[in-house]
């Protein structure tokens, strides 16, 4: 699929970025997680009262908009959600758009509690400059395993598969690389990064041609004999969106944009015989991130087949929208 034109930055509104609506003013407030402490509620409350239209609108990606915005206001705006803590960063505002299992540490379901993982990917996203190059659009999304938020194709998702890895996931399309939950967030931020790298005009992942730029290897389904478990999602990681949608290849040649050294394989999957032996190779390296893929003498990657099984869920929970 060729890439998707852009012919400028997108015009997603923020808290800085008002959009100017039929009836007024729209402001979002990114809400990393979903989360909204008490006094921040009675603070957005307030302001949607004061200088707007005295709603809260709830967005497809759990944030918040207020309506209705008169001319002049914006600056107060910005003061009080600044005041509550609504606005850490003037500069990364609009791209703090990180989805996360609603439930996750709540309910008991899942492989981990992932909001350490959203507060620590929200301050790492807001530290480094770069990344205020994002698109308002672009998505983050940390799926506790239930398979909730990985099913909306985020751009970098981070789905677990056990209490002690996760797969990295770009636009539904699982890379074949590993972390463990200390090291999650810098892989996710390198893939970030990568894409900066390798886009043109592109706002999304998604949008990326299906021969990457600069040399960038397709890997996977898009004909790389090499891929592996890359270019597919991982076994129990939906398919598909929610609107029965497949996910793209051309996430997979960001996998070549990634850091070399966070793709050191540390250990081989293992796989049951018939007979409930386990067999395969284990491999150890000292990049955070884990790779399934093991290579032949003659510096070439053979075809694994995915070998963890967790039980398959279709998301019954929000759709990926712009929001």
Same mark, same amino acid.
């Given at each position: 699929?060729?890439?998707? %034109?852009?012919? *400028?930055?997108? #015009?997603?509104?923020?808290?800085?970025?008002?959009?100017?609506?039929?009836?007024?003013?729209?402001?979002?407030?990114?809400?990393?997680?979903?989360?909204?402490?008490?006094?921040?509620?009675?603070?957005?409350?307030?302001?949607?009262?004061?200088?707007?239209?005295?709603f809260l609108e709830l967005t497809s990606?759990?944030?918040?908009?207020?309506?209705?915005?008169?001319?002049?206001?914006?600056?107060?705006?910005?003061?009080?959600?600044?005041?509550?803590?609504?606005?850490?960063?003037?500069?990364?505002? #609009?791209?703090?758009?990180?989805?996360?299992?609603?439930? %996750?540490?709540?309910?008991?379901?899942?492989?981990?509690?992932?909001?350490?993982?959203?507060?620590?990917?929200?301050?790492?996203?807001?530290?480094?400059?770069?990344?205020?190059?994002?698109?308002? #659009?672009?998505?983050?999304?940390?799926?506790?395993?239930?398979?909730?938020?990985?099913?909306?194709?985020?751009?970098?998702?981070?789905?677990?598969?056990?209490?002690?890895?996760?797969?990295?996931?770009?636009?539904?399309?699982?890379? @074949?690389?590993?972390?463990?939950?200390?090291?999650?967030?810098?892989?996710?931020?390198?893939a970030a990064r990568a894409f900066l790298?390798?886009? =043109?005009?592109?706002?999304?992942?998604?949008?990326?041609?299906?021969?990457?730029?600069?040399?960038?290897?397709?890997?996977?389904?898009?004909?790389?004999?090499?891929? *592996?478990?890359? @270019?597919?999602?991982?076994?129990?990681?939906?398919?598909?969106?929610?609107?029965?949608?497949?996910p793209g290849e051309a996430a997979g040649?960001?996998?070549?944009?990634?850091?070399? @050294?966070?793709?050191?394989? $540390?250990?081989?999957?293992?796989?049951?015989?018939? =007979?409930?032996?386990? $067999?395969?190779?284990?491999?150890?390296?000292?990049?955070?991130?884990?790779?399934?893929?093991?290579?032949?003498?003659?510096?070439? =990657?053979?075809?694994?087949?995915?070998?963890?099984?967790?039980?398959?869920?279709?998301?019954? %929970?929000?759709? @990926?929208?712009?929001?």
């Open positions: 699929m060729p890439s998707r %034109s852009r012919t *400028g930055p997108d #015009r997603c509104p923020g808290t800085l970025r008002i959009h100017a609506a039929a009836d007024g003013g729209l402001a979002r407030i990114r809400l990393p997680g979903g989360a909204l402490t008490g006094p921040r509620s009675a603070a957005l409350a307030d302001a949607a009262a004061d200088l707007g239209d005295g990606r759990a944030n918040l908009q207020l309506r209705g915005i008169a001319d002049g206001a914006e600056a107060e705006l910005s003061d009080r959600l600044r005041a509550a803590g609504l606005l850490p960063s003037t500069t990364h505002e #609009r791209v703090r758009n990180i989805a996360a299992s609603v439930l %996750s540490g709540r309910d008991g379901a899942g492989h981990l509690d992932v909001r350490p993982l959203v507060a620590a990917l929200d301050a790492a996203l807001c530290a480094d400059p770069s990344l205020a190059a994002l698109s308002g #659009r672009f998505l983050f999304a940390v799926d506790d395993g239930r398979g909730d938020v990985i099913a909306m194709r985020g751009d970098i998702g981070l789905y677990a598969l056990a209490p002690d890895e996760l797969a990295l996931v770009l636009a539904g399309t699982d890379t @074949g690389l590993r972390a463990r939950p200390e090291d999650a967030v810098a892989l996710a931020l390198d790298r390798a886009r =043109t005009t592109e706002w999304r992942i998604s949008d990326l041609p299906d021969t990457p730029p600069d040399g960038m290897r397709p890997v996977g389904r898009g004909g790389d004999p090499g891929g *592996g478990d890359h @270019g597919r999602p991982p076994e129990g990681v939906p398919a598909a969106a929610p609107d029965g949608t497949p040649g960001l996998v070549e944009g990634i850091e070399a @050294g966070r793709r050191r394989p $540390s250990r081989s999957p293992r796989r049951t015989s018939r =007979t409930g032996r386990r $067999s395969g190779r284990s491999a150890s390296g000292t990049g955070g991130a884990r790779s399934p893929r093991s290579s032949r003498s003659d510096g070439s =990657t053979p075809r694994r087949s995915a070998t963890s099984r967790i039980a398959s869920r279709r998301s019954s %929970s929000l759709r @990926g929208g712009a929001s």
